[in-house]
């Protein structure tokens, strides 16, 4: 009996593609905190302070991907570069105001 149940049981193979996009799917949160630091730099070289808000949204997604192991090197990239993007973007902000950025003051 044993084997009739075995010979019923229906086999599914995965495609390559397939394969990936559940990968993919994993860690959209760390995907997306890439893409957003991605356009946190667009933003700060095109607009100035339109880096600030990208920056934002890139390190919150980031740190909400970060503890899913499958994505984590693209979180902690898109992290930091959020996180290095936003005090460029405010030091550029600052230096349009005219005045020098209060962490850079002695």
Avoid: H, Q
Avoid at 49 to 78: D, E, Q, T, W
């Amino acid at each position: 009996m044993d084997s009739n149940n075995k010979a019923k049981e229906k086999i599914t193979v995965k495609s390559e593609s397939d394969v990936y996009a559940e990968n993919l799917s994993k860690n959209s949160f760390g995907s997306t905190s890439l893409i957003i630091g991605v356009l946190t730099v667009l933003g700060c070289m095109c607009f100035y302070v339109g880096g600030i808000p990208f920056a934002l949204i890139g390190i919150i997604f980031g740190i909400v991907g970060i503890p899913n192991s499958n994505g984590r090197k693209m979180a902690v990239a898109g992290l930091l570069l959020s996180i290095v993007m936003l005090v460029f973007s405010y030091m550029i902000w600052d230096a349009k105001k005219g005045d020098v950025p209060a962490f850079i003051k002695t």
